[in-house]
């Protein structure tokens, strides 16, 4: 099933429970507008090649366009649409004034010299300039796209509008990005997980975790929870993973993984064990923090842990989640699980706009505060209306973009 299909899914079935009538879940579902652009560039053999990139922007209701831009071969104008929306609900499950948007370019950046996907960046920025910036649409960084690139952006978009900083937000920190920026999605995921286990009555030293994947998610949720006294049972990355019951030590993984460019091949503190085994590994709470789609219909029912956390964009099918559902297995949603990078973007876009610096400790306070918040009112209404978690956060994200639609007037 494709990521459009599941969170349409997801989103009849809030819009179901709010009531929504037909014509304003069709103002809802589509798009304010799609761009598709041509970037033609010279490479460094002095050929010209020809890429198109994408920017859909969603939904502005609530504010500002905001959402990431992707540099990845199997990227659409479907991907990206669906990527989009989902940017909707997520700005709006954690009630930050951002509406949602997706971007993307159809190339493999590993494909490509650092000056050739400067130049894709440089004129990308060429051909969209006059539809984002900080009052309009503000990309960041996702998938094949980094700091640099952002920074790159911001230049470009300079260029015709003058200095604003606030056109695009995960910069690198020497460039007008913010400290706390990089680490907020995997320390959002762990601030959730705590809050979580508290609301179920469960004590939080010596949980047993165990996290696919070990990149930027992976290795900040892992060092967030192993400081809360979480034991981390298991760990992995695209080359297999690794387990021990009596809790892996995450600073020797860190120490490993950054010696080999950040893969976890040859570590020698536990035992090997498949991805598949990882995901059905004994332990407290699994955190998929890889890919999407990862838990199926296939191998739901030989998943042992009581809770998962969606550290990843959509790691649970909808057919894996009626079954987790039926099991009684709690999965916490992505779209509040995951939403600390886009409430840190909102950090850096507010200093920007102010000229001022917070320091890392307001934004891990700030950070908690609203992540914190956004669990609660999602947990209640799930108990309140006897609702799954995912859509309870439907429910709130929706919800609050169609009050928006209708405060702001649709004519
Ligand atoms: P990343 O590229 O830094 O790390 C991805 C990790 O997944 C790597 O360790 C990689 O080896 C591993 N991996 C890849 N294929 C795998 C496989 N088949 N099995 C097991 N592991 C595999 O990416 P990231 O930034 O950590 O993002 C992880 C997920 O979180 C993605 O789904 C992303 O869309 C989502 N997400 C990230 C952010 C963010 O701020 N980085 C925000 C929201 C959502």
Not at 373 to 393: D, G, H, I
């Amino acid at each position: 099933m494709r990521a459009r299909d599941t969170s349409r899914i997801y989103f009849d079935r809030a819009a179901d429970e709010l009531d929504l009538s037909d014509s304003m879940r069709q103002l809802l579902l589509t798009a304010k507008r799609e761009v598709q652009v041509q970037i033609p560039i010279e490479r460094d053999s002095g050929e010209v090649a020809t890429f198109i990139g994408y920017r859909v922007q969603h939904n502005d209701a609530r504010g500002p366009l905001k959402g990431g831009l992707r540099y990845h071969p199997h990227v659409d104008l479907d991907e990206v649409r669906s990527l989009a929306a989902l940017m909707t609900w997520k700005t709006a499950v954690v009630n930050i004034p951002y509406g949602g948007a997706k971007g993307g370019v159809a190339l493999d950046p590993a494909q490509f010299s650092t000056r050739e996907l400067e130049r894709v960046t440089r004129r990308f920025v060429d051909a969209i300039h006059d539809l984002f910036g900080p009052d309009v649409d503000i990309p960041a960084p996702d998938m094949g796209t980094t700091a640099d690139m952002m920074a790159w952006i911001m230049n470009q978009y300079g260029k015709y509008h003058g200095f604003s900083p606030a056109c695009v937000t995960g910069k690198p920190v020497d460039y007008h990005g913010i400290p706390g920026r990089e680490e907020a999605t995997g320390r959002g995921v762990g601030s959730l997980t705590l809050k979580l286990l508290s609301r179920l009555g469960r004590k939080i030293p010596g949980t047993r975790i165990a996290i696919q994947g070990f990149g930027n998610v992976g290795t900040h949720t892992a060092k967030f929870l192993t400081d809360a006294e979480c034991r981390i049972v298991a760990v992995s990355d695209a080359g297999g993973g690794f387990h021990r019951e009596a809790g892996l030590d995450v600073l020797d993984l860190l120490r490993h993984a950054r010696a080999r460019g950040g893969r976890l091949t040859g570590f020698t503190g536990g035992d090997t064990l498949s991805n598949a085994e990882l995901l059905a590994v004994d332990c407290d709470v699994l955190i998929p923090a890889a890919l999407g789609g990862v838990l199926t219909q296939e191998n739901a029912a030989s998943v042992k842990a009581p809770l998962i956390v969606e550290a990843a964009n959509a790691p649970v099918t909808p057919e894996a989640d009626a079954i987790f559902d039926t099991k009684g297995v709690i999965v916490a949603p992505d779209i509040l699980v995951n939403a600390g990078g886009v409430t840190a973007s909102w950090f850096e876009w507010v200093q920007n706009r102010q000229h001022y610096q917070w320091g890392l400790n307001r934004v891990r306070q700030e950070l908690d505060r609203i992540l914190g918040e956004a669990f609660e009112q999602v947990w209640q209404l799930a108990q309140s209306r006897n609702v799954s978690l995912r859509t309870a956060a439907y429910m709130v994200g929706v919800g609050r973009v169609a009050r928006a639609t209708v405060l702001g007037g649709t004519t």
